[in-house]
């Protein structure tokens, strides 16, 4: 019993340090104007929002109430279908495995070799870039949903996009954006980063998400247009960030960011073997 506690003990220590280490690592100070540029070119980030935020007031006054309509009058068979499918846009799906994967690879052994390190280190770090830039752009969503306030299909009672109390802080009044669409969007974003041959597979994940949530009547389409621009959108500023700490990433001299190549499976395999012995 006591060999079995002193285990769990080791894990734990290991655990905890290796925790607060990449927090340290992640929150180091950066230059702010190398790792987002735009700092120094406002005009374009102002001419961002404006064609946002203009796209989405076309869409509140052209598609919006077409598009519920049309969602209404689907057999159910095909809005059961959906439902079904809607659930797997919640961000839990994805962020509970990937962060009992990082705790559990923060928890084992160092690795012997300096190879082996080396791999066991990038493995953590792609981990733990998929938690952060899927999860931070979902808290936001969430937060911000609830301060704009706007009313969902049906909410009060009849298709209106225009109708927003802001700071309800009600789930009938967190409609914009779909925090459905942020997380999937997010997804994509994050998987084509990291495994660009399988940006089809997430892109079709993200249009079904978005779709599903028009077709159960949870959100118009402008909703979802815009979770899609803030998931992406932080996933993109969160790679800067993690490229400004050198974590997977790196910034090149003329602004882009580089991916630092990953291990392969086979070494993968040899390390998991090299921990787990």
């Known amino acids: 019993m006591s060999a079995e506690v002193t285990v769990v003990s080791s894990a734990a220590r290991r655990l905890s340090t290796n925790v607060v280490a990449s927090l340290k690592r992640l929150t180091r100070p950066i230059n702010w104007r190398r790792t987002f540029p735009w700092i120094d070119e406002p005009r374009q980030v102002l001419i961002g929002a404006v064609i946002v935020l203009a796209g989405l007031l076309l869409c509140m ?63 953590m770090v792609r981990v733990g870039f ?5 999860g931070l752009p979902g808290l936001f969503s ?95 500023l969160i790679r800067r960030w993690f490229a400004a700490q050198r974590l997977g990433f790196a910034i090149t001299p003329d602004g882009h960011v580089h991916q630092f190549p990953g291990p392969s499976g086979r070494r993968i395999k040899a390390v998991a073997r090299e921990l787990l012995a």
């Open 130 to 134: 998929l938690f952060v830039a899927i």
């Open 61 to 123: 006054a052209l598609i919006d109430t077409g598009a519920t309509r049309f969602a209404r009058s689907l057999p159910r068979s095909i809005v059961d279908f959906f439902n079904f499918l809607t659930d797997f846009g919640k961000g839990a799906w994805v962020l509970w495995p990937l962060g009992l994967a990082f705790i559990a690879l923060a928890a084992l052994p160092r690795a012997v070799t300096p190879i082996a390190q080396a791999v066991q280190a990038a493995i």
């Open 142 to 236: 969430s937060i911000v949903k609830n301060m704009i306030g706007r009313a969902r299909p049906g909410v009060p009672g009849r298709i209106d996009p225009f109708v927003f109390d802001p700071f309800h802080w009600t789930p009938a009044y967190a409609g914009m954006p779909s925090g459905h669409a942020t997380t999937a969007f997010a997804v994509l974003a994050a998987v084509a980063t990291l495994w660009p041959r399988w940006r089809t597979v997430a892109l079709i994940y993200a249009v079904v998400i978005m779709i599903s949530r028009i077709v159960v009547q949870a959100h118009f389409v402008s909703d979802t247009l815009l979770g899609a621009v803030v998931g992406v959108v932080g996933v993109v």
